[in-house]
């Protein structure tokens, strides 16, 4: 398993996968791995060539009151795990956004309802971090949880609409 930090790197690396005719599968989390998370990687891994898994804990998705700062963390546990699944590539970066990042990605319909009353802005920073990922790893295939059902239909509706020609799959 290779562990990549740098966006630049990874991107690169990913593009040379893509010319080399490989499917890529990705999973992007925020860390702190779970049994929930494995299934959705052997998911993704019986169905690429090419496995890759972000932790990244994306600050844009956290409200006022919601802890930024002690969420869990666990790299070495992550990255043993990973491991174990037989991920190709970790991407542990430890910034993801240029420091005058100024893009956001908001999916406005879908977002207004449900969890989106409560939580305002947290699906723009969902939708913006997993933009950005999806524009570094150009994945052929991502795998997110049915838990996060709504979360799962925003960015299918985000794929749709910005024809990133990407398998959004929900499992278990
Ligand atoms: O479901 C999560 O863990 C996060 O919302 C995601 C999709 C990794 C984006 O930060």
Known sequence: MDTVVDPDALHQGMCKLRVE?????FVPTMGFLHEGHLSLMRHARSQCDHLVVSIYVNPLQFGPGEDLDTYP??????????AAETVDTLFLPPQLYH???STSVSVA???RRLCGESRVGHFDGVTTVVARLFGLVQPNIAVFGEKDYQQ????QRMVRDLSMNIEVVGAP
Request: proline share 4%.
């Open 109 to 111: 319909e879908l977002t």
């Open 73 to 82: 963390r666990d790299h070495d546990g992550d990255a043993r795990k990973c």
């Open 152 to 155: 799962l239909a925003v960015i």
């Open 99 to 101: 420091p005058d990042h």
């Open 21 to 25: 005719g490989k499917r890529i599968g």
